[in-house]
């Protein structure tokens, strides 16, 4: 079964370090992964998706299918990237996502 | 055009109450899941509609808890006589087609006394 891990639920950085969120993953095959924010009072949303490759608000995010890993990473951590962060992947044989239990970022100033 | 709502925005109700939450998804978006998200259990699914497809129930944690969809629109996430474990916010979504980036509602923030 598909299986997303995000191993810290709590990870705290000052301004300006890098920041890296941790996602492990399990599937069975070429899998298409996600990270959704939900920033303070607003609603969950998507961040990025690795098939886009593209940077969003300066984060990345590499799939490495060796380690079957979707980590995120911003190399300078700002205020405004304090949220609560999901990382996903498709169900298999589902139109539905699997979700990992998050990690609430927090840059202190 | 707007955006999925959902209603009501709180409620707190008395355990052994049943409860109704509401979710209007985005105008022509096909599918719509329900998510119950709560500290230390993370993002959890519930149940899903695609179109007229029969619904995908497996998330649902127990036969208190139902869903319906009327018209491939507005649905109703029902939980009969509620229990304090049940307090968490319940999210929706919706997506069009069988596109993986979903559109989530405010939530609905329930709280059982």
């Known amino acids: 079964a598909q299986r997303v891990t995000q191993p810290e639920k709590l990870l705290s950085v000052f301004k300006g370090a890098p920041v890296e969120l941790k996602c492990n993953y399990s599937?069975?095959?070429?899998?298409?992964l996600f990270w959704y924010v939900q920033y303070s009072r607003q609603r969950l949303q998507l961040l990025l998706r690795?098939?886009s490759r593209e940077s969003i608000k300066g984060f990345t995010a590499d799939l490495n299918k060796g380690e079957t890993s979707f980590h995120l990473k911003k190399p300078f951590a700002q205020e405004e990237d304090s949220a609560m962060y999901y990382c996903a992947l498709p169900c298999q044989g589902a139109q539905k996502l699997v979700f990992g239990q998050g990690t609430r970022l927090t840059i202190n100033p | 055009g707007a955006g999925v709502s959902q209603s009501p925005s709180n409620k707190v109700t008395e355990k052994g109450k049943d409860v109704e939450l509401r979710c209007d998804p985005i105008s022509g978006h096909t599918a719509l899941y329900w998510y119950r998200q709560s500290l230390g259990q993370g993002l959890e699914f519930l149940i899903y509609f695609q179109g007229n497809s029969a619904p995908d129930k497996s998330g649902l944690p127990s036969d208190r808890f139902s869903a319906e969809r009327t018209g491939g629109s507005v649905s109703t996430l029902t939980i009969q006589r509620t229990q304090q474990e049940d307090s968490a916010v319940y999210l929706c979504a919706s997506t069009v087609g069988v596109s993986y980036e979903q559109y989530f509602g405010p939530g609905t923030r329930l709280t059982v006394t």
């Open positions: 690795h098939i």
């Open positions: 599937y069975s095959g070429s899998p298409e």
